[in-house]
């Protein structure tokens, strides 16, 4: 099969390239970018207008299965990543059985290879069942095929346990991604601390719950020589931190999601759960900081930490709804429409946050949109203007805070491996 992509802005951030190019695929790979000749093609896409990118790679997501099959699988949820313009995803570890040992990773990589569109990266846990007290064989789940380690959805309040599970990764040159939140400050919290929430009689989140396991993790790992990568910042104080050990020369990354630069607390209608997430929505000042982040590039990684729920759960009072929000369908029109149109990042640089740092943290050799790479390529009007309808989405969860939204920029196409998985025009 030879597709052939005419007059789209091809971005690669491995080369700088931003520009206008026809784009030849043979079989799984870019056979030629060019901006003159035109060969002959099986199909042809035509790309005017268009962001022409490396495909797209989700470092954070929830696709529940196994055990929670109600809420997404490892098919729906992969259909939503390549309708969302994701050529491979990294599935969290905190499923039912838990993803700890080399035998589940396996599992998860059989179940990938024949129900998923989308590359399946699977993230081990870093403790036994998600416990806090045991580490796992992290050498044996990378054997298998684990990319990386995260207890994300529970934080490890053990210190001496934590400090272990990084030695470990570092030993095997595998990256941590850490979800910082002390679970005692945590509690029962819902919202984050102030009077909105004192008015609406729920409990509390302090910033304090974020920064103090920040500010913990960053010096474990320097006394470990991990690599942490910090998933869903969302305070300015977090961000802060994550610069001072950068300019200090650790392996650190940062991760921020669409909704923490997006909304604010003030945005939450009372009572609605689909605005409530961990870490929560904080203040503008905090959004601030994260768009400054993403702009000087102290912040790495634009992810979507996308969490489905069934409709019965998020139904339930605020106190007692589980946390997250689906993100994989919303992700690139919300990137477009607040950071890219605005003029916060450039599209290359849009690439470079979701596609080229995601796997450069991996130690892929996805991410660059080059002759002779796999064609994983993402196609993207950025100028198309929609209003987001949750009831469209291929995710089985419909858990958003952003449904009724205008945005701009929507995905056309997602080819991975040389293969067309999504085509929006098939939807019409």
Known sequence: MRIRIDNGRVLDPSTKRDGNYHILIEGNRVAKITAED????????????????????????HFREPGFEYKETIATGARAAARGGFTAVCPMANTKPVID??????????????ESP?????????????????????AGMKAAGAVAFSEDGKTVMDAAVYRKGLQQAAEIGAVVMDHCEDMNLLKESVMREGTLAEARRVSSVSHASEDLITARDILLAKETGAHLHL???STKAS?????????????????????????TYDDIPEGDTNFKMAPPLREAEDVAALKAALKSGV????STDHAPHS??????????????????????????????????????????????????????????LAEGKVADITIIDPKAEYVIDKNTFAS?????????????????YTIVDGKIVYAAEEEQ
């Open 101 to 114: 040992s080399p035998e589940m990773v396996s599992f998860l990589l059989e179940k990938a290879a024949k």
């Open 231 to 233: 998933c869903h910042c």
């Open 396 to 412: 089985k969860g419909r858990n958003t805070p952003f449904h009724g939204r205008k945005v701009r920029g929507k995905v056309l």
């Open 38 to 61: 035109k060969d002959d093609a099986d199909r042809v896409i035509d790309a005017d207008g268009c962001y022409v990118m490396p495909g797209l790679i989700d470092l954070h997501v």
């Open 239 to 263: 961000i802060q931190m994550a610069e001072m050990a950068k300019r200090e020369g650790l392996a650190l990354t940062v991760e921020v999601c669409p909704h923490h630069f997006t909304l």
């Open 118 to 138: 989308v590359r399946i990266l699977p993230i081990g846990s870093v403790t036994k069942g998600l416990e806090g007290r045991e580490v796992t064989d992290m």
């Open 311 to 368: 409709a019965e759960e998020k139904t339930r009072p605020f106190p007692e709804a589980p946390n997250g929000i689906v993100g994989a369908e919303t992700a690139v029109a919300l990137t477009i429409s607040e950071l890219v149109e605005p003029g916060i990042l450039s599209p290359l640089e849009m690439a470079e946050k979701m596609s080229f740092n995601p796997a450069k943290i991996l130690g892929l050799s996805l991410g660059v």
């Open 299 to 302: 912040a790495d990684v634009i």
